[in-house]
């Protein structure tokens, strides 16, 4: 399977203008012709930082019908591939409701799957409701069994559960599904001018907590053939005088090792592509 995290620099309220960033990096990256999955960040169009409702309503889509989705089943048709990407959404029945959601069209342009947060950061917690199902673990048409998560969900509920409850992790592992994918707008604790220094080095602190938070299924691999992957489509840039970690990677988890294929740049903008058949290219830790 060939995968690519598409990673850039969306600014807050600026829809046509993200979009068409996001464009250009599509053609400037060779895009294999057999391409089966492209993901792209949590909100990719809207800008993730708004501060509440009544700011972030002029950019709400509804439901699977909005210009990302609508973006999303052009691409996905250009490039005969499965695409996610996160956008804001509202219902379009009462009463209407806010969530912060990924969509997942199919290669035909079909939507597959309406993926709504369920654990939410404090930016969340201003505008929208917790996604009603904690987490989705289903066949995504081609694609095959996925678990779907946002950015926060990979966290502790609230950062009031236990460290150790690992909810997210832990039911990827019981739906035993093989690819695990998570669209992510995930801040980091550098400044401004500190993202500047090798843009094009990952924040190595992020992607080591990443890699924590899938600690049941590393333990759980020691002792089961197959491996496990892990797609993390991360944004960067700074927004508010809020840091993006960007980073985003590839993580293969198997035999109690964890390895990544490739990862962005803390600052870069540009398509991860990966080819799951091929040999990662860093170990991380190593197995049994």
């Known amino acids: 399977m060939k995968v690519a995290l598409l990673q850039f620099a969306p600014e807050v309220g600026k829809v046509q203008e993200n979009i068409q960033r996001a464009d250009e990096i599509l053609q400037d990256t060779r895009i294999p012709v057999d391409l089966d999955w492209l993901i792209l960040p949590e909100m990719a169009f809207s800008g ?5 409702l009544e700011e972030i309503q002029p950019y709400l889509e509804p439901t699977t019908a909005g210009i990302t989705t609508r973006w999303a089943i052009q691409v996905a048709q250009h490039y005969n591939c499965t695409v996610t990407v996160g956008y804001p959404e509202i219902t379009t029945t009462e009463p209407r409701t806010q969530y912060n959601s990924t969509v997942t069209i199919s290669p035909t342009g079909q939507i597959l799957k309406n993926y709504r947060k369920a654990f939410l950061y404090y930016t969340d917690e201003t505008w929208a409701s917790e996604g009603p199902v904690r987490f989705s673990t289903s066949p995504l048409g081609t694609i095959g069994p996925v678990t779907l998560g946002i950015c926060m969900d990979i966290n502790p509920y609230k950062f009031l559960a236990p460290w150790e409850a690992y909810e997210f992790a832990n039911t990827a592992l ?3 599904t093989p690819l695990i994918c998570v669209s992510m707008a995930w801040l980091c604790h550098l400044s401004p001018t500190e993202l500047l220094v090798e843009p094009g080095q990952p924040d190595v602190a992020t992607v080591a907590y990443w890699v924590e938070r899938f600690q049941p299924i590393v333990e759980v691999s020691r002792e089961k053939d197959g491996a496990t992957y ?11 005088g809020v840091c993006y970690a960007g980073s985003s990677t ?4 198997e035999g109690g090792g964890v390895s990544l294929f490739e990862t962005a740049g803390k600052s870069e903008e540009r398509c991860l592509v990966v080819d799951l058949s091929e040999r990662p290219k860093f170990q991380v830790r190593s197995g049994r």
């Open 250 to 253: 590839v993580i293969k988890i």
């Open 174 to 176: 019981t739906s035993q």
């Open 230 to 240: 892990v797609l993390l489509a991360n944004r960067c840039g700074v927004e508010k």
């Open 48 to 52: 993730y930082n708004f501060h509440s």
